[in-house]
């Protein structure tokens, strides 16, 4: 496509429930990123694709939280059991290529843990 | 720990005004620094910088990197009130670490 697409755009949810977050890439960047931006707080690197390597999930905050990325493309970002502290905007991004090659964001989606 | 600064954290200023923001880092692996604009949501792409003293500019905008004193700087000249936004600097680590470290950003009010 032509940008970054995300989905939903907003998600309320009850606390102990389990979401699922879609990323859709740019078409052709093989590197696909997924970061949470809290209230007041930068943007916090959760997990990294690139191609077919194992991803980098270094940034996860804990097990609740795990990504797939299905054909080199679309990812899903998974939370389960979700808890208050959950509630930012998850943030998808993607880039041609690793490391030094810009990243393009798609518009995030909201959620919200009640 | 890696680390970005970003200074100040929230700006105010009138239309016409110059505005200087500031991005300090410490980094293991600096590969390149990236400036975005954040609006609603979804952040821009505004620069990236990878050399020092190579200024980079696009309209009003102008930034320029110093690895020797590991900060960078966006000049924004001219303000407008469309030029409200988060500001953010990230710095991208060579190697096999991808992902953006980010500073928390600055926030930038231009007034009518």
């Known amino acids: 496509g032509a940008g970054v697409s995300q989905s939903p755009s907003n998600k309320v949810t009850e606390k102990g429930k389990d979401v699922e977050l879609r990323c859709d890439p740019i078409?052709?960047?093989?590197?696909l990123y997924w970061y949470r931006q809290s209230l007041g707080q930068g943007l916090e690197f959760l997990i990294y694709f690139q191609g077919n390597s194992a991803p980098d999930k270094s940034g996860l905050p804990s097990d609740r939280f795990s990504a797939e990325r299905t054909g080199g493309s679309v990812s899903t970002l998974t939370i389960q059991r979700t808890q208050q502290e959950d509630s930012a905007v998850y943030l998808c991004a993607s880039s041609l290529g690793p490391g030094g090659n810009i990243q393009y964001f798609g518009a995030g989606t909201r959620l919200s843990v009640l | 720990e890696d680390k970005v600064v970003q200074s100040p954290l929230s700006l105010v200023v009138h239309e016409g005004d110059t505005v200087t923001l500031n991005c300090s880092y410490e980094?293991?692996?600096?590969?390149?620094l990236l400036w975005y604009k954040q609006e609603k949501k979804a952040p821009t792409f505004l620069f990236m910088l990878?050399?020092?003293?190579i200024e980079k500019k696009s309209g009003r905008l102008s930034s320029i990197l110093d690895k020797k004193e590991l900060f960078s700087i966006l000049n924004i000249t001219a303000t407008q009130t469309g030029d409200s936004a988060v500001y953010l600097c990230a710095v991208v680590r060579g190697g096999s670490q991808g992902n953006l470290i980010f500073g928390k950003g600055t926030k930038l009010s231009v007034k009518p």
């Open positions: 990878t050399s020092s003293g």
């Open positions: 078409s052709g960047h093989t590197a």
């Open positions: 980094v293991t692996n600096f590969r390149s």
